[in-house]
C-alpha cells in the first residue's frame, strides 16, 4: 500500500519560514519524481516544485529563489523549505509521487497559512 504522508504545516507570519516534509512508503522512492502541489481556495491546484529521480529540479516562478526541495532517498522523504512567505502563499499543500503512466500517487495535504 503507497502512502505519502505530509507535515509540517501551521500558521506563519509573513517572512517567515516552514519546512514541509512528505514521507513516503509502499514505493521504490528513488525511481520517482516527487513533486509538491498547492490548491488555494478557489483555485485549481497548481504545481509548486518538483526534483527528479536523478536530483534535477524545477520550480513554479512564484516561488523561485524562496522554496527550496530537496529529497533523501535513504529516509524515503522529500523536503520543501518555504522561505520569505508571502499571503499568496496559503494553500494546501500536496505531495506527489510520479513514475510513468498509472504511478502516481497523492497524499492527503497539509494546510499553510501566511498571515499576521
Known amino acids: 500500500q503507497v502512502q505519502l504522508v505530509e507535515s509540517g504545516g501551521g500558521l506563519v507570519q509573513p517572512g517567515g519560514s516552514l519546512r514541509l516534509p512528505c514521507a513516503a512508503s509502499g514505493i521504490i522512492f528513488s525511481i520517482y519524481a516527487m513533486g509538491w502541489y498547492r490548491q488555494a481556495p478557489g483555485k485549481q491546484r497548481e504545481l509548486v516544485a518538483v526534483i527528479t529521480s536523478d536530483g534535477s529540479t524545477n520550480y513554479a516562478d512564484s516561488v523561485k529563489g524562496r522554496f527550496t526541495i530537496s529529497r533523501d532517498n535513504a529516509k524515503n522523504t522529500v523536503y520543501l523549505q518555504m522561505n520569505s512567505l508571502k499571503p499568496e502563499d496559503t494553500a494546501v499543500y500536496y505531495c506527489?509521487?510520479?513514475?510513468?503512466?498509472?504511478?502516481?500517487?497523492w497524499g492527503q495535504g497539509t494546510q499553510v497559512t501566511v498571515s499576521s
Open positions: 506527489n509521487a510520479a513514475f510513468k503512466a498509472g504511478f502516481s500517487f
